[in-house]
């Protein structure tokens, strides 16, 4: 049966002017018509959703997300079962869609299994795209590797994602692709949590990261990379990146060579204020964090206050913008519309602007065409919101406005007439 989304007002997600009154119709999990009224028939004997008074939306994008399970505890973490860290990732792919988070992009911890029971229905959760692990140097952001001696693998389900030097990466890489990833995922510096190293401390070659892109290049794939720190992210761009995952502390080189190459910035603004945030609020959150964490943060916050003017500025020079919050067991499950606000205020973004960086602006950096817009042949991913996000970007966050969510044709929440 067709269903038609009536009496709302349309925000596309090409940044084309809102249209009222529009009608969306859907069939066989597609969009088959969307615009003004006068223009587009509702088919005979289909379902009529009113969204009179509200604001009609593409589903949104988040292309830096962790989806599985982790207990903040790591004691606690390593006490459960694996099949327990499994079905408790069902709530964390639960909370993405019901935000309003239709597709996502898995930058570690989340293999195939999981992309596969999402599509066939088996568990609730966004569209999945999926990295599996972050690769990592020996000693790096992603080896978890602990001053008792331990090595902890964080996710039994996943291959050991560690390598040093050309040949290695080319293996691991090979592995990662043949067991399913979308894309690969690579560490280029430390990071905010680590505990063997530093966020803003260079890792991997050039040569090492341009291995890991060609490889995955020679499979019709792509590589996203994390970096924080300068040296990280200059040799991160050099080595022809297809995203920039952070990159909190680029400078005017690195913003000239990824407008020139076409490098996505995915910037993840919301991570560390929301961190500072729950752990002021939360004392039993606060009591699972190791205490140098709240003191990383506070610094890490205080110097990104200071790249704020370069950020907008690279903004208007062009760098492509793609939304992502790097949702994970740390915050932010449930909360990804919190990034929205985080892009008008420190990236000078619109909020037409930050809507298509999360809708068909997401899709292209995902290189998935047929997401992220309202108009036919695109896949049915839709929302119903209370209010005008153009007025207002923070009502997003607010999930008693979200009236429907449908991702494929099918409602994961609905509490519209009809």
């Not at 587009?40 to 399970?69: E, M, N, W």
């Not at 596969?116 to 599996?132: H, K, M, V, W, Y």
């Amino acid at each position: 049966m067709a269903i038609a989304i009536v009496g709302g007002t349309m925000i596309d997600g090409t940044g084309a002017d809102p249209v009222p009154n529009a009608v969306v119709v859907i069939e066989e999990g597609r969009i088959v018509a969307a615009g003004p009224e006068s223009r587009v028939s509702v088919p005979a004997g289909a379902q009529k959703l009113d969204a009179a008074g509200r604001t009609v939306l593409p589903g949104f994008i988040d292309t830096h997300v962790h989806g599985t399970y982790r207990a903040r505890d790591m004691r606690q973490h390593l006490l459960n079962t694996p099949t327990y860290n499994v079905l408790k990732s069902i709530e964390v792919f639960r909370e993405t869609i019901a935000c309003g988070i239709t597709t996502a992009r898995d930058m570690g911890g989340a293999d195939a299994g999981f992309r596969q029971a999402i599509e066939e229905g088996i568990i609730d959760g966004p569209r999945l795209f999926i990295s599996l692990g972050m690769v990592s140097q020996t000693g790096g952001h992603g080896d978890y590797w602990l001053p008792a001696g331990m090595r902890i693998q964080k996710r039994a389900w996943l291959p050991h994602t560690v390598a040093d030097g050309v040949d290695e990466i080319r293996r691991l890489v090979r592995e990662l692709l043949m067991r399913g990833a979308d894309f690969i995922k690579i560490c280029a510096t430390g990071g905010i949590t680590s505990v063997t190293d530093s966020w803003d401390e260079p890792q991997f070659t050039i040569e090492e990261i341009s291995t890991a892109v060609s490889e995955a290049a020679a499979k019709g794939k792509r590589v996203a990379v994390h970096a924080e720190g300068l040296a990280g992210i200059k040799n991160a761009v050099k080595a022809g990146i297809h995203s920039l995952e952070h990159g909190w502390f680029m400078d005017e080189e690195s913003v000239d060579r990824m407008i020139a190459g076409g490098i996505w910035w995915v910037p993840t603004l919301a991570l560390v204020p929301l961190s500072i945030e729950h752990r002021r609020k939360n004392t039993a959150w606060a009591s699972h964090q190791l205490g140098q964490e709240d003191v990383k943060d506070a610094q890490i916050y205080s110097l990104m206050q200071t790249q704020i003017p370069l950020w907008k500025e690279a903004v208007k020079r062009g760098v492509k913008v793609a939304m992502g919050t790097d949702q994970s067991h740390r915050l932010l499950v449930g909360e990804n519309m919190a990034e929205l606000a985080f892009m008008v205020d420190w990236l000078g973004m619109s909020p037409m602007e930050v809507i298509v960086a999360s809708t068909t602006k997401a899709a292209e950096c995902i290189e998935q065409p047929n997401l992220g817009a309202l108009r036919a042949g695109c896949m049915a991913d839709v929302l119903v919101l209370d209010g005008d996000p153009l007025a207002d970007i923070r009502i997003l966050e607010q999930r008693d406005r979200l009236h429907l969510v449908i991702k494929g044709g099918k409602a994961f929440t609905n509490r519209l007439d009809g």
